[in-house]
């Protein structure tokens, strides 16, 4: 045990389930500091005593801790609003609805006013003390209702948790935050089920934490300590071993049976575990492009703008234990084929359901000698007569679920630019060229069905511009160039990388990059626009303090019809008051008129970044010297909706700011940027 940290809960006895109460306690200590180093130690400790003490709550353990129930391609979401927990709270504490609300006026923390109405709560009987599986299966089982009546099903789960939270207030338990409203089980329930725990606790954290408390745990067996390079390469293992395989459900019980320095040989890139994407850095310039690849080889891709698809497949006579690793869906999507397969999103959702005209056709691209494969593409709207590339926006007109294949009106072509495994092999270590003379030698293209991306290895400014004005005549984006040979080239899964360039079409006129951001408030439509509204407050993200800051308001690039589609959307996400976590302006005329829930991102241009007093992003990344100005876009423009994107992967308040400061130094003799947005 360190000596800044004690240990958090000494009642709770070896294979006992793990006591709720013990992570609370953890949790509150979490939350009365910033610091990311104690925050580990934390966290790393009280995964050591359930290693040491109940090993096998580890894994619900960790999930409680990420705020999730289970990996993100199984889809698994627990479907209620802010205003089914009011009511929940209510119906458990015995106080009205009404009352409820206004307490989350005042207090704007629906974690805080749970605690707050418990402490009016007449305590008739002592239910069980909650434990952490049996929350974990709570939980879950609040997540799959479905079917009529779900909502007040959920409610009455909801209630069962609650009733049972804090019964054992005794516990041994220090009640170090008062004013944050202690360790209190019934708060973080709560604020687990609002989907944000709010302690300041990144998921890479409670990774790097985990290697640590297993290091520490397996030394700990053999009557020694940890060395620091131990620590070290654990930590390495572990985080590689996540970006492959990103699931804790495969990979903690691995690591408990075979030590985490074995870890590398058990849990390796997998057919039916999406792995995060390997993304690429903005450039504004093709001399960007050659100063950064000088002396190395490097290749140019179309930038094809569709939806990122990674295919997974394996082939009936593969290995059995390969094809158990698919995904349940995965099973039925294919039986046309030779084998099963499925297709996830950029952020690892499953979209069998959504493509299964793409998955009855694979086996016509797929060789027959080709038993198991990873693929990243592109999945691109097709026009089957021009035989040609489509605008993003036809392929946004898809249905999204349980796609049926006679009904599927707008056709896609699959453009393959990456394999990431083959044949019971991961290949992601190869070289680039290495890579795509596999995925050139195995598959084969069918028109309008399957194509590899279109490729140039010229290395000459010239050949790369001639090479950029074909890709905008074939409707694409602008190229991606990317290393091409060298332990540098190989596929760097959930990396935003160096080795990865994009250059945009449009790089000349902008910022170099579109911006992801997410949708916080809105302000009723004027004129012609008053059923709908008529402008947005949005706002980018910030992981370290896990915060949105506000970073403009935007009225331009919405069609009519666009503007009605967003109202329906947004008008059921409204809350009374904006959320602790918004950074935003405080003073009156800067309001929006409504807030909402963080759920919707949207892609934005902008002519350029300046600084303004009223918006508050990237304010801690000292790009205002004085300190009371966050950075804005100007002239900011809608794009479209990101579906395939969360709140928390919104660009981020230090991308805005390296936006900010790239753009300053290409603008040094221009005069100070000034705020003129409407
Ligand atoms: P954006 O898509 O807005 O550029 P992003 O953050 O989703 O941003 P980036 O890393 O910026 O992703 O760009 C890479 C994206 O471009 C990939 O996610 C993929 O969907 C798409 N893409 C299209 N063609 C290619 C290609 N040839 N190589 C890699 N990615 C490609």
Known sequence: TSKNVKDPYPDWKPGEPVPYAALCTTFSLIELTTKRLIIMEHCSLFLRQVLRL??????????????????????????????????????????????????????????????????????????????????????????????????????????????????????????????????????????????????????????????????????????????????????????????????????????????????????????????????????????????????????????????????????????????????????????????????????????????????????????????????????????????????????????????????????????AFDLLYLNGEAVVEKSLRERRELLRKSFKPVEGEFSFATSMDGQELDEIQTFLDESVKASCEGLMVKMLDGTESGYEPSKRSRNWLKIKKDYLSGIGDSLDLVVLGAYHGKGKRTSVYGAFLLACYNPSTDSYETVCNIGTGFSEAVLEELHSQLSQIVIDRPKPFYAHSSGGQHQPDVWFEPRFVWEVKTADLTLSPRYKAGMKEGVDPAGDKGISLRFPRFIKVRDDKKPDEATTSRQVAEMYKKQESVAKNKGPAVDDDF
Request: charged share 30%; aromatic share 4%.
């Open 54 to 415: 109940t090993p096998d709550d580890l894994l619900s353990t960790v999930l409680l801790m990420i705020n999730k129930l289970a990996p993100d391609y199984a889809g698994v979401e627990l479907g209620i609003g802010e205003s089914l927990i009011m009511k929940a709270i209510g119906e458990t504490t015995g106080r009205s609805l009404a009352v409820i609300k206004q307490d989350q006026k005042e207090i704007g923390d629906l974690g805080l006013v749970a605690v707050k109405s418990r402490s009016t709560q007449p305590t008739m009987f002592k239910p069980k003390a909650l434990t952490i599986r049996g929350v974990h299966k709570g939980l879950m089982g609040i997540a799959t209702v479905s079917g009529n009546g779900a909502q007040a099903r959920k409610v009455s789960e909801i209630k069962k948790l609650l009733s049972a939270a804090d019964a054992n207030s005794t516990g041994g338990r220090v009640d170090v935050t008062k004013d944050k409203g202690g360790p209190s089980e019934a708060k973080y329930l709560v604020r687990f089920l609002e989907g944000k725990l709010r302690l300041g606790l990144a998921e890479r954290t409670v990774l790097v934490s985990l290697a640590q408390a297993m290091i520490a745990h397996e030394a700990a067996k053999k009557g020694t300590v940890p060395t620091t390079s131990e620590i070290e390469k654990a930590e390495s293992i572990l985080k590689i071993v996540y970006s492959e395989l990103p699931s804790y459900d495969v990979i903690i019980p691995a690591m408990v049976e075979h030590g985490i320095m074995n870890l590398r040989e058990h849990c390796k890139l997998r057919p039916g575990v999406p792995l995060k994407p390997m993304l690429a850095k903005p450039t504004k310039a093709i001399t960007e492009v050659l100063d950064r690849f000088e002396g190395q080889t490097f290749t140019c891709e179309y930038k094809y703008d569709g939806e990122r698809a990674q295919i997974h497949y394996v082939a009936k006579d593969a290995d059995e234990e390969l094809s158990q690793s698919m995904p349940a869906g995965a099973a039925t999507t294919t039986e046309a084929g030779r084998g099963v397969a499925a297709i996830f999103s950029r952020n690892s959702e499953d979209l069998s359901k959504k493509y299964p005209d793409v998955l009855a056709k694979l086996n016509t691209w797929v060789d027959e000698d080709t038993k198991s494969f990873v693929l990243d593409c592109e999945s691109v709207a097709w026009d089957v007569v021009e035989k040609k590339v489509l605008p993003f926006q036809q392929l946004m007109t898809r249905k999204k679920k349980d796609v049926k294949v006679e009904d599927v009106k707008v056709k896609v072509c699959v453009f």
